[in-house]
Nanobody, 122 residues
Framework: QVQLVESGGGLVQAGGSLRLSCTSS??????MGWFRRAPGKEHVFVAA????????SYADSVKGRFTISRDNAKNTVYLQMNSLKPEDTAVYYC?????????????????WGQGTQVTVSS
């Protein structure tokens, strides 16, 4: 059983930065992804990273502002978020991919964290 725990969310003004962390209970050799869910909306893909950390993928809405990375020695995946906008407000979730690629669809992720709230004020 894999357990994922996110942290690092909070309240920040527009233009500010936050770094989210996702720590797993054990070593994960899979690609990992970040999704977000705004109130009343579905989960939306944000970013994904392969096991080595050398291949990444981003949603167009965050490209150039967010950076995903991982430290396998610490069983942790990060999401550095810069130039935050009010529309980035959501609960952010990390998840483990069941594929060797970097899927953007939620259905290809099996284990999920509980989420961390990010609120960006204007």
């Amino acid at each position: 059983q894999v357990q994922l725990v996110e942290s690092g969310g909070g309240l920040v003004q527009a233009g500010g930065s936050l770094r989210l962390s996702c720590t797993s209970s054990g070593r994960i050799y899979n690609p990992m992804g970040w999704f977000r869910r705004a109130p009343g909306k579905e989960h939306v893909f944000v970013a994904a990273i392969d096991w080595s950390g050398s291949i990444t993928s981003y949603a167009d809405s965050v490209k150039g502002r967010f950076t995903i990375s991982r430290d396998n020695a610490k069983n942790t995946v990060y999401l550095q978020m810069n130039s935050l906008k009010p529309e980035d407000t959501a609960v952010y979730y990390c998840a483990r991919s069941t594929l060797n690629s970097l899927p953007t669809a939620k259905v290809y992720y099996d284990y999920w964290g509980q989420g961390t709230q990010v609120t960006v004020s204007s």
